[in-house]
């Protein structure tokens, strides 16, 4: 079967950073596009960023732009997520997720991903 697992998650103060990565098996996803999406309790799950399946196009959510950044490395079959200045707001469930499809351009709503991860808490403290 196909599973995802996040790593990397923690508490961490203001201004810092962590590493998210994903790995998956069952299914390779090279040709795929993956993404890392959020939630908060209570809270509808947003996305946060994807990256296309040759890691050359990346698109970021607004409040992430400039402090995240997204990669992958195909021959491993991970994708990773930096994300620096971290701000207590970020605290939440972080996601991996994975398209079935092939060579997709990447989507920005939870419902156009297939495989999902269980998710790593990041906590941002004040």
């Known amino acids: 079967q196909v599973e995802l697992v996040e790593s990397g998650g923690g508490l961490v103060q203001a201004g810092g950073s962590l590493r998210l990565s994903c790995a998956a098996s069952g299914r390779t996803f090279r040709n795929s596009s993956m993404a890392w999406f959020r939630q908060a309790p209570g809270k509808e799950r947003e996305f946060v960023a994807t990256i296309n399946w040759s890691g050359g196009s990346t698109y970021y959510a607004d409040p992430v732009k400039g402090r995240f950044s997204i990669s992958r490395n195909n021959a491993k079959n991970t994708v990773s997520l930096q994300m620096n200045s971290l701000k207590p707001e970020d605290t939440a469930v972080y996601y991996c997720?994975?398209?079935?499809?092939?060579?997709?351009?990447?989507?920005?709503?939870?419902?156009?991903?297939?495989?999902w991860g269980q998710g790593t808490q990041v906590t941002v403290s004040s």
């Open positions: 997720a994975a398209d079935r499809a092939l060579y997709g351009v990447g989507f920005t709503t939870s419902d156009e991903y297939d495989y």
